[in-house]
Nanobody
Framework: QVQLVESGGGLVQAGESLRLSCAAS????????MGWYRQAPEKQRELVATITSGGSLNYADSVKGRFTISRDNAKNTVHLQMNALRPEDTAVYYC??????????????WGKGTLVTVSS
């Protein structure tokens, strides 16, 4: 089994910052692309940012210039530094990872999510 565990969510005021972290553990041979997605109430889950094992980045237009994704390949961790937060960033944030298991089977995994609430 592979587990993704997120941390770092919370309640902040508009303009403040938060840092989310996610650690992948378990039956892992290699972790490929890692990323963050979010789902606001009554909305579909949407991409926030992704980072490949080689460091290629992709951001949603709504977070460009405010959020920064990074990863530590040795620790199988991914982070999301969120600055200048806005009330519309309020959502449950989910970690995602494409994992090659030790049996060389590739699977896509999700964390359970961490709530970010931004008050105006």
């Amino acid at each position: 089994q592979v587990q993704l565990v997120e941390s770092g969510g919370g309640l902040v005021q508009a303009g403040e910052s938060l840092r989310l972290s996610c650690a992948a553990s378990g039956n892992i041979f290699r972790v490929n692309t890692m990323g963050w997605y979010r789902q606001a109430p009554e909305k579909q889950r949407e991409l926030v940012a992704t980072i490949t094992s080689g460091g290629s980045l992709n951001y949603a237009d709504s977070v460009k210039g405010r959020f920064t994704i990074s990863r530590d390949n040795a620790k199988n961790t991914v982070h999301l530094q969120m600055n200048a937060l806005r009330p519309e960033d309020t959502a449950v944030y989910y970690c995602n990872a494409g994992v090659i298991r030790r049996d060389y089977v590739g699977m896509n995994y999700w964390g359970k999510g961490t709530l970010v609430t931004v008050s105006s």
